[in-house]
Every structure is written in structure tokens, then in C-alpha cells.
């Protein structure tokens, strides 16, 4: 496979996880890309494998040594074009912007955070971009990775057929879906909206786009004056 994620974690037996399943577990069946786990603790040296200490300076926790982690980086011996991400809490937030960028690349090494913390020096020595999934915090780094894997696989060529890209197109264009609706005609006294059912192909996508408006504009504000911004540089040349 062309595309690849090389995953260092503490706690391989959680992938493939979901990822083995549904449209990425089809894909990765189908060689449409390549997952490859490796074990941080593979790199201990100790007698005991330990990966952790104490943090300097004290405080609750352990924190992952530079030494352990950096030798698990050097021996997954990544491609220099390949990105190499760190998934953190306090990571620049994932966009589907970023998501396009590694989906078009050739994979990104993913290092999977645990313990109150990894060494700082790390983090600078081999170049780690921290990557978050959301202002909330997990109890590692494994189940985000596994979001931006996912996020990153259903846009690979031949993953999802012709169903593809309307979604990514509007949200890309800093817009949240319009609802959707299916049979059948009437499910507990309400109806399907009538435009949908007019056989009006135009009337549907202007329906749809002001559907996609006062929602972006009512759930996330932060989007919306994106959007506004944009619209008005665009206007104004
Ligand atoms: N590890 C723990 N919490 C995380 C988050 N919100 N995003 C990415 N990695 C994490």
C-alpha cells in the first residue's frame, strides 16, 4: 500500500481496533493502505522494560523518557517526508484541512502519549508536531490516533466509492451538513420537508445550503465568521 501509519504505542493490542473494521478494515484488507504497530516498551533497556519516571521538579504521575521514545522513533526508521505526529491535549487541533494534507501524503508516524506526560526533549530532538482531536482529555494518545487514521483512510483513492466527497466539500468550505431524511414519507407525524419531494433540483440545493447556514451559524459560531471572512475577502478581490 502507498499509504502507511506507523503507530508507536505502550499498548499495540488495541489496534487494529475499529480500525479493522468497516470501511478502513475493508480498505485494509484490500491493501488500500498499511497499518504497522510498534511497542515503545521494545526499546527499554532495563532489566524490568520500564519506559517511565518520576517527573523533575516532582508532582503526581510518570513521565515517558526521551531516551526510551527516541529510540523507538530511530528504529521505526520513518521515511524523512513522512510527518511525525504526537497525539497530545494540548496539540494544535485537527482540522479537515490537516486531514487532506496527510491523507495526500505518504502516511504519518503517529506516537501515542501516556502517563501524565512524555519528556520535552523529545518532543524538540525529533521534531514531534502535537496533534489534538478535541478540548477534552483522553487517557492516551491510541484512541486519537485511531480518529486521524480513520479520518485520513475514508479519503484515500478507491476507499469509498461514489458516495465520496459531498460532506467534505461543505465542510471543507467551512460549512456543517444539511439534515438529511429518507423513507419513509411520514415516521410519527412528521413529514419530509416538501421541497425535498418537489422534484426541484434547484430549489433542493438552495434549501440545502440555508439549512447548512442557520446551523453552522446556530452550533459554531467559530466557523461561521470563518466563513464570513472568507466570503468577504473574496468579494472584496
Ligand atoms: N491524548 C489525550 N487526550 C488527547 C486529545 N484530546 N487529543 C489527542 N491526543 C490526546
Not at 478494515?25 to 493502505?33: D, E, H, I, K, S
Not at 490537516?98 to 512524555?118: D, K, N, S, T, Y
Request: hydrophobic share 45%; aromatic share 6%; glycine share 10%.
Amino acid at each position: 500500500a502507498a499509504w502507511r501509519a506507523t503507530v508507536l504505542t505502550l499498548f499495540p493490542d488495541m489496534f487494529p481496533g475499529p480500525l479493522g473494521a468497516s470501511l478502513a478494515g475493508r480498505a485494509l484488507t484490500g491493501g488500500l493502505w498499511a497499518l504497522e504497530t510498534r511497542d515503545i516498551r521494545a526499546s527499554a533497556t532495563d532489566r524490568h522494560r520500564s519506559v517511565d519516571d518520576t517527573p523533575a521538579g516532582g508532582g503526581p504521575g510518570m513521565v515517558l523518557r526521551a531516551d526510551i521514545l527516541a529510540a523507538a522513533i530511530d528504529a521505526a526508521a520513518v521515511a524523512p517526508d513522512r510527518p511525525r505526529l504526537l497525539m497530545s491535549p494540548r496539540g494544535r487541533p485537527l482540522t479537515q484541512a490537516r486531514v487532506l494534507e496527510l491523507a495526500a501524503g505518504p502516511g504519518p508516524l503517529i506516537v501515542c502519549g501516556r502517563f501524565e506526560g512524555i519528556d520535552q526533549r523529545v518532543i524538540e530532538a525529533r521534531a514531534l508536531e502535537e496533534v489534538s482531536i478535541g478540548d477534552y482529555v483522553l487517557s492516551g494518545g491510541e484512541i486519537a490516533a485511531m480518529a486521524l487514521i480513520d479520518a485520513c483512510v475514508r479519503l484515500l483513492p478507491g476507499v469509498m466509492g461514489k458516495q465520496a466527497s459531498g460532506t467534505e466539500e461543505s465542510f471543507s468550505a467551512g460549512l456543517l451538513e444539511y439534515p438529511q431524511y429518507t423513507r419513509p414519507q411520514e415516521f410519527e407525524g412528521r413529514q419530509i420537508p416538501e421541497v425535498l419531494i418537489s422534484g426541484d433540483h434547484a430549489k433542493v440545493a438552495a434549501w440545502r445550503l440555508a439549512q447548512s447556514e442557520a446551523l453552522t451559524a446556530a452550533r459554531r459560531p467559530d466557523l461561521w465568521a470563518g466563513k464570513a471572512d472568507r466570503t468577504k475577502k473574496a468579494t472584496d478581490g
